[in-house]
Each structure stands twice: as structure tokens, then as C-alpha cells.
């Protein structure tokens, strides 16, 4: 390694340290692009590693995310030893937690502050922050839907709650009102339609928590921020390989999972773009995922499920600009932000798509349904 280190490359080689043999490191360089926790690639003894900081801001109890990584690593693995035929002949991978050299926790407590930890790096593999292709939408819904059918049977109370209220809609909305009124911002075009937006959609906010509490849909382990770019696609065959970023693993709605892989992937202009007219939500793409979801997803999910399929997409965009605008209003605390606007142009982009989303209903709805006979016959 490099001797002539700034203050931040030496508190990652110390911490980097505390995984590897300092002696076998080679590189540390800043990885991906998450919104909430800091993510580094490490070689080192010609391996590579993902070393990240967990934000302890949004994740109060980190231990517990670790625990929930354990306790989904046993399961799957399991699994996977008994080669279900879902797998179809992929290589499907599961990060695994690296433990530190000397410490008794698999994760490294630094004195500069931050809780961090590291897990093995998918090979082999790439991410794409915007969708290229039909068969590509296939595929990662294929790969969501498989991630789901690998834990459908692991009993959800054996995992944390490691983010109370996440993808609870109604929450959201609450903090925002209290946001809305704290906020020392002024009024601006942008703002005045984020808040315009949400006050007409407010009815729409509980459309899946009353599901849930009519027992119309259950909880179930979900992966709760399967986004595209959390996807992993093998370079040469473009399968879905992996699914990272595992620390929103948690009990939840699988219809949280599926509205955050649709609303991703569905929106060809990408999340960040910032040609807010232009963004909108592409049925074709949404009908090759939800096929390829359904194909392995058929043994779960029951017709309930399938009928808040289209809710889901609508409310989990809608309910992402809602979380960007609070954050806007309450001055950028949550989400890294690059500059001051970035959330308030994210939440217009959520927005757009969701309107994009509603002018689609019936569309969208009819691809649900020509879905439904793939299901098993309820018994
Ligand atoms: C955050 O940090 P990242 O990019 O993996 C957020 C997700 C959002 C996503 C939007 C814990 O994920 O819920 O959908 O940004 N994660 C958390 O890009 O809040
Ligand atoms: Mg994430």
C-alpha cells in the first residue's frame, strides 16, 4: 500500500486492517453508488471484498442487521446445498460476512467513529443503474423472485426489525407533515408541486398496511431495497446472480420489494436523471419483469398477493418521493445529496413516475391478470 496516505485512506487501511493481514492489502477504492451507507472495494492476498460503513443514523442497532445477515446466510445456503431445480443451472451467490482478524464480532468498531464490516464481493458479475433491454427485465425479476423463493419458508420472526416503520407509507407521510411545517425553506415551483402531488394522493398511502391488517396479506422476509443497481448479472451470460446489499433484510410485504424492483426498473431515464418531463414508467419492461418474477415466484404467491401487484408499483414510487421531499424539506439529513435540490428533483422523478404509473392502471392491471394462471390452483 500506497505510504503517503491522507487522513481518510489511513482510517480505511486501519480499518481495512482489522479484516486482512495489512501486509496482503493491494488497493481500497470507493464503490458503487448507495445513498445511505459508505461502501469500499478492498483486494487484498488477490481477493476482492466489499468493506462498508453502515450508516448508524438509519440503522440504530447494526449488530442486529448482522445477526439478520447470519440468519439468512444459514438458510439459504441450506438451500442452495439441495440445488432446487429454480436455479435452473445458474450460480446463484449470497455475500457472505468476512470476521474480523483479532475481534470476537464480525465487525470492526473504529475509534474514529463508524461501525463497519465486510462481506465477500460477487466475481464475475456487473450492476446496471438503468435498464438495456427486454430480456434483461426478465431477468431481474427472475432474480428477485428466486431471492424471494429461497426465503419464502424462513419463518419471518427469526429476523430483526432493523428499520421500524420502513416502506411503512402512512409513517412517511406523517414525518412529512411534521417536516412540512418545521421546514425553513421558501417556496419554490418545485416545491409547490411535491406538495400539491402528495395532498392529492394522501387516500392512497395505507392501501397495503389495511391489506395487511385484513389478513388479506401476510408478512413474509423481504429484501426491502431490491433496486436495480442491487441486482447482479453475470458479465458473459447476463443471468441474475446475486442479489446485494442485504441489510434491509427484514420482516415486510413482499409487495414492497416488488413496487421497488418495478418502479427501478420500469423508468428507463434512471432515478437520477434530471429531465423530469421525460421520466416514465414502461409497461413492456414491467410486463418481462413480472413474468420472470412470476415464473419462480408462482410457488409462494397466492392470488391476494397478485392483486396488489399494481397497488404496490404506484405506492412504493410514490411513497420513494414522498421520503426524497422530507428529506428536501428537512435539509438533506437521510439521503446523501450532492447538492441542495438533488432530493427534490429525485422526489419529482418518483412523482412523475408514479403519475406515469396511474395513467397506465388498466394496462398495468391486465398484465397482472393474463399472469394469475401461472399460479397453483389454491387447494
Ligand atoms: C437508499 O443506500 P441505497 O442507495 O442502497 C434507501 C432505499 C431507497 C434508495 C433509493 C436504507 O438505498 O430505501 O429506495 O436509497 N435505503 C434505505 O435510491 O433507506
Ligand atoms: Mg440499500
Sequence with gaps: MNQTLDHDSQVLAQVAAAFHDPETIESIQPLGSGNVNDTHLVRAAGQNFVMQRLNTAVFRQPQQVMGNLLVLNRHVQAKLRANPAELQGRRWELPQVVGTRHGEHPWFQCQQGGFWRTITFVEQARS???????????ELGYGLGLFHHLISDLPPDQLADTLEGFHITPRYLEVYHRALVKSPLPASAGTDRCIAFIREREGLASVLE????RGELSLRPIHGDPKINNVMLDINS????????????????????IGDCLRSCCNPLGEET????????????????LTGYVSVARHFLTAADMAYIVDAARLISFELGLRFFTDHLAGNTYFKAAHPEHNLQRALVQFQLTASIEAQEQQLRAVVQQLQPQLPVAA
Excluded at 210 to 213: D, G, I, L, P, T
Excluded at 280 to 285: E, K, S, V, W, Y
Design 274 to 289: 434530471s429531465d423530469i418531463d421525460a421520466v416514465h414508467f414502461d409497461i413492456d419492461l414491467a410486463e418481462a419483469i
Design 128 to 138: 446496471v443503474d438503468v435498464i438495456e433491454g427486454i430480456p434483461q427485465a426478465r
Design 238 to 257: 447476463g443471468q441474475a446472480v446475486a442479489l446485494v446489499d442485504l441489510d434491509t433484510i427484514k420482516p415486510g410485504l413482499v409487495h414492497y420489494d
Design 210 to 213: 389495511e391489506a395487511k391488517q
